[in-house]
Structures are given as C-alpha cells and as structure tokens.
C-alpha cells in the first residue's frame, strides 16, 4: 500500500485556497494514475490541522510512525511545514507543501526531505514589487499576518521595495483571522504610503481590501498590494471590489487549454475554480506516483533525489526543473483582476500581463543559504 497524508486548513481562514479542494486535488491525481504503482494500491487520506503547528505535528507523527504515509502535501501554512520538518527527516518521510510561502523552505530551513512546490515568498514578492515601482508605486507599508509565512513575505518584499529605489515608511501586524482592520488600516492610510502592501492570506487578505474600499483608501489614491493573492480570494470579495488588482501567481486555470481542460474537471467535481494550491497538489501527487513507477528506492530522501532529477511535466508546465534545494523551478504570471464589464464568465477573473521566466522570479540559489547545497550558484 503506498499511502499519502493531506493536511492543511479545511474550517479557518485559509479553507477556500486549500481545504477540501486540495483534498480532491489529490485524489484526482491518484485516479489519473490509475490508482496503483507497480501493482500496489494507492490511498490518501487528510485532516484539519485548524492551523495549529502542535496539532499538524501529532497528526503527521500518527500518519508516519502508524499509517504507513510516505507523503504529505499541502501543509498549508509555513508554520505547519516547519512544525512537521523534523518529524519528517527523522522517519525518512517527504514532504511536499503547495501552499507554505515562506522562502525559507529552500533557504535556511532546507531538507532534502522537502520539495517546496508551487511558490514561495521570495518570487511573488519580486514579481509584483517591481511591477508597481516601475509605475511609480515606490514607497509602502506593510500590513502582515503575525505568522511566519506572512513576515516572510514582508521581508521579501521590503527586500525588493528598496533594492529597486523605493522607500518603506512603515509596518503593522495584525493577528491571524481578523475581523476588524480598522485600527491597521488608518496606520496604513496616515503613513501616506503609495502602496498598502498586504502581507498575509485567505480571509485576512479578503477583509483587509474589503475594509480598505470602505474606508474610502483606495479612492483617495493609495494603492493596495496583495503579496499572496489565491483566486478563491478575487471570488469572495468580487471583481468590483478586487478589479485593477495586480498579482502573481504561477497558475491560471484559463491559462491555456491544457490548463482549461485540467480545471473543467476539477470544477465538475469541485463547483469552483481552483487556485494555484489546488492545483499544485495535483501536480506534486502526480510527479511523485510517476517517480516511484521508476525506482525500487523506498528511502523518501531517495525519491526525492529522484524526483528532482526527473523533469515535471503536467499541465502547470513543461519541463519544470527541481532544484537541488528542493526549489521548484516554474515561471511566475504578472495578472491583473478584470474588470466587471471584462469578465464573460463565471471565474473569468484574470488578464495575464506578462510571464516572468522562473530563473528571474525565484532567488538564486547561491543566495539561499540551504546548507546541504551552500556555495554552489543557479
């Protein structure tokens, strides 16, 4: 039996971009397999981690010292990854999370138990920063999610913000599922910034721009920038809210036709559009069931090498390399949310601006810090 584990948010604020529908993400990748590997049968099973590193950590132990998992994927949030990073280099287990942000994944907290798969901090950060100082967006505050992954997009980004000539005048954080944002929104409009840069996920993003456009910020002239945007979240707070938006992502369900074809049979299954997580899941399943179609290797640091040398292929991308730090390689979308009058359909959300090639949008490996592969370059 080769078993994998899905754990991630299915109850809180990060549900939409995850959740259940990583859940069938998975599955489907499973059943495209054919459910079986070299004649061994294929299951998943999955569970609420109710973003509780504590609570992910005994749930992965479980699945790893009980049930036999050899994979666990999503691992929604980078608090959860890292919670269960240990565990998962101490059992020779893999883990492959999709929506974990943090940078640090392939940086600092590197394993060569760990592929980091979809994005990361450091790209979207860079993909969208420069796009709004090269049209004069050039000084910001910061509003973060006072947890790791979402400091770790504020840092990427300020990174980015004055290595490009802009200016950061400020920063507050606010705790995570927030329902009011007044108090962090009037800092943010009193600081006078240009650009309100949104540091966190899920429903706080959703609140936070909801909150924003009642507050009259947006009309007055700042602009706001979401640094991790799901299209779950375009969908909640709606195109006339969320239209003119710029975001980065290295998925687009209307992409192409084979990303169209992919997504039509998600949504049957499904009833939404699904987000870059989803459909990463999908991928990493998948690339994971075809590596072990070629190895006897039962060691997960093993089939992680394996995996690594092997290209990915499926509809996200072509030729998608894994790097040596566990960096997936994919280019990165620079999209714009439409405009009510522009969308001709229901998730008809975004127009892709510009496709930033991956070697441009990720850190290079030299400057990553990852120890097993320290001093070696892109």
């Known amino acids: 039996m080769i078993r994998i584990g899905v754990i991630n948010d299915q109850s809180g604020p990060y549900a939409d971009l995850g959740g259940k529908g990583s859940v069938i993400a998975a599955q489907m990748a499973i059943d495209d397999f054919g459910g079986k590997v070299r004649g061994k049968p294929v299951e998943m099973i999955s569970a609420d981690h109710q973003n509780k590193p504590d609570i992910a950590a005994n749930i992965v132990r479980q699945w790893f010292d009980n049930q036999n998992v050899g994979l666990v994927v999503d691992l929604t949030t ?9 565990l998962a280099e101490s059992r020779d287990k893999i883990l492959i999370p999709s929506a974990g942000a943090s940078s640090d994944l392939t940086g600092k907290y590197c394993s060569p138990n760990l592929i980091h798969w979809t994005f990361d ?18 000084s910001w505050f910061f509003l973060t999610g006072d947890n790791s992954g979402s400091i770790a997009q504020e840092q990427d980004a300020m990174k980015f913000v004055k290595s490009n000539g802009g200016t950061v005048v400020g ?81 687009y369900w209307d992409a192409n036709d084979e990303t169209r074809a992919w997504s039509r049979r998600f ?33 997960g640091r093993a ?6 040398a092997t290209p990915v292929n499926d509809f996200m991308g072509h030729n998608v390399q894994i790097r040596e ?20 359909e229901p998730w008809d959300y975004y127009k892709i601006l510009a496709t930033v090639p991956a070697n441009e949008a990720f850190r290079p490996l030299s400057e990553g810090g990852c120890s097993f592969v320290s001093g070696k370059t892109n």
């Open 121 to 138: 901090s450091y790209a979207l950060a860079n993909v969208t920063t420069k796009a709004l100082i090269k049209q004069g967006s050039d």
């Open 267 to 299: 949504m049957a299954k499904f009833g939404r559009a699904p987000t870059m997580a989803q459909a990463g899941v999908y991928g990493a399943v998948q690339h994971y069931l075809k590596t072990l179609a070629t190895t006897d290797e039962t060691s």
């Open 303 to 308: 089939i992680v090498k394996k995996m690594k």
């Open 171 to 251: 920063s507050v954080r606010h705790p995570l599922n927030t329902s009011d944002f007044s108090s962090f929104l009037l800092q943010a409009q009193a600081s006078k910034a240009k650009v309100i840069g949104l540091a966190n996920a899920g429903s706080d993003t959703v609140n936070s721009i909801k909150q924003a456009g009642e507050f009259g910020i947006t009309h007055a002239g700042q602009k706001l920038a979401s640094l991790l945007m799901f299209i779950s979240d375009v969908h909640a707070m709606g195109l006339q809210t969320a239209q003119g938006l710029l975001i980065s992502t290295p998925f």
């Open 325 to 344: 730090d566990g960096r997936v390689m994919r280019d990165i979308y620079l999209v714009q949310v439409k405009t009510p009058q522009e969308s001709k």
């Open 78 to 86: 980078t608090a959860v990854a890292l919670a269960v990073r240990e």
